[in-house]
C-alpha cells in the first residue's frame, strides 16, 4: 500500500515562505513521478508541479518564479519550496503519486496566506 504524508503547511504572511514535505512509503520511491497540487476554497484541484523519477521538473506557470519542486531519494521525500507567497496561494496542498492504474493521494497540507 503507498501511502503520502504532507507535512508543512501553515499560516504565513504575504511575502513569506514555506516548504511543503511528503514522504512516501510503501513503494520503491525512486522509480516514482511525483507531483504538487493544491485546492483553494470553491475551486477545482489544480496542478502546481511536477518531478520525474529522472529529476525532470514543471512548474504551473502562475507559480513558476516562486515555487520549486525537488525530491531527496534517499529519504522517500518530495518537497515544494514556495517563496514570495501570496494570499492568493492559499490552499490546500496534496501530494501525488500513481503505480500502475491507481493514484494515491497524501492526506494534504493547509497553506494559508494572510497578514
Known amino acids: 500500500q503507498v501511502q503520502l504524508v504532507e507535512s508543512g503547511g501553515g499560516l504565513v504572511q504575504p511575502g513569506g515562505s514555506l516548504r511543503l514535505s511528503c514522504v512516501v512509503s510503501?513503494?520503491?520511491?525512486?522509480?516514482?513521478?511525483m507531483a504538487w497540487y493544491r485546492q483553494a476554497p470553491g475551486k477545482q484541484r489544480e496542478l502546481v508541479a511536477t518531478?520525474?523519477?529522472?529529476?525532470?521538473?514543471n512548474v504551473a506557470d502562475s507559480v513558476k518564479s516562486r515555487f520549486t519542486i525537488s525530491r531527496d531519494n534517499a529519504k522517500n521525500t518530495v518537497y515544494l519550496q514556495m517563496n514570495s507567497l501570496k494570499p492568493e496561494d492559499t490552499a490546500v496542498y496534496y501530494c501525488?503519486?500513481?503505480?500502475?492504474?491507481?493514484?494515491?493521494w497524501g492526506q494534504g497540507a493547509q497553506v494559508t496566506v494572510s497578514s
Open positions: 518531478i520525474t523519477s529522472g529529476g525532470s521538473k
Open positions: 510503501g513503494s520503491i520511491f525512486s522509480f516514482h513521478d
Open positions: 501525488n503519486t500513481a503505480r500502475g492504474m491507481y493514484a494515491y
